[in-house]
């Protein structure tokens, strides 16, 4: 049955409210999809280490049908660059690396070709966004480790919504991993959206098939930000990295192999 109520994005009341999912649902079956099997499987979330097979998705009544459309179209611009599970990973072909921006930084940039980083920044602030502001509104149990605070998550409303640009206090940026015979296969993973704070800067992260996102919000950003912001930058630039060089996350989703099961360490950002 259909949910009358307020859009929690475009505030329009008395609307029929669509089934909102925190992550789309082809992130689950691409990530739950292991090769020389046949039949669904489950994906395995990672809780403090911890891996449980599970079939749980995170969702809610929350979005008019117009928000919903808006922002699943950013959804399927997403899932058309990141890793598939035929094997595909659409956007390592418009990937041209280029010098460090700085001499000792831990990750390489590259240029992307043909790269809307509009849409890839919608998409990631959306579903930080809403991750974050159904927990909030008791439509889902609240994220433990993400933590938008009211101010942020009305600012992220408003440029989501078109009412006002990207806030000055905000910067988004994406990493992409490139699939190697490292010890954990990023590009097969996924994670709910959660927030790591260090002194006067919030850094809300979110992992979704081999691209990384940062959402950093502080009043003093590093400078380096701007040239890597996917709103701020004139370039299109991306972090480019292999999964040796990082670790896991505390929680996430991922294969059901269990080799895919073992990453629970934080990682080192690309803030640096």
């Known amino acids: 049955m259909t949910t009358k109520g307020t859009c929690a994005l475009c505030l329009s009341q008395n609307v029929d409210l669509q089934d909102s999912h925190v992550l789309s649902q082809w992130v689950y079956k691409r990530i739950a999809f292991v090769p020389g099997t046949t039949g669904p499987k489950n994906p395995v979330m990672i809780r403090g280490g911890v891996a449980v097979e599970t079939s749980k998705q995170i969702h809610g009544d929350f979005l008019c049908s117009a928000c919903e459309l808006r922002r699943g179209n950013h959804e399927n611009y997403v899932s058309r660059i990141c890793w598939d599970s035929d094997g595909t990973f659409p956007i390592m072909a418009k990937l041209c690396p280029v010098p460090r921006l ?107 098939c081999g691209l990384e996102f940062q959402l950093v919000v502080g009043a003093l950003l590093p400078i380096h930000l701007d040239e890597i912001c996917l709103v701020h930058s004139s370039r299109k630039l991306v972090g480019f990295r292999s999964s040796f060089a990082a670790g896991g996350h505390a929680r996430g989703y991922s294969s059901s192999q269990p080799a895919r099961s073992r990453a629970a360490s934080s990682r080192r950002s690309i803030r640096g």
Request: aromatic share 10%.
């Open 102 to 208: 700085r001499p000792g930084e831990p990750f390489t940039l590259a240029d992307v070709r043909d790269f809307d980083a509009g849409s890839a920044a919608y998409f990631a602030v959306s579903t930080i966004w809403l991750a974050d502001a159904m927990g909030a509104a008791g439509v889902i149990k609240p994220l433990q480790k993400l933590n938008l605070g009211p101010k942020h998550r009305e600012q992220l409303r408003q440029y989501l919504n078109v009412e006002q640009s990207f806030p000055t206090a905000a910067r988004i940026a994406m990493t992409v991993f490139r699939p190697d015979n490292g010890p954990v296969h990023f590009w097969r993973m996924a994670t709910l959206p959660f927030t790591e704070s260090d002194h006067a800067l919030d850094e809300h992260r979110l992992l979704v």
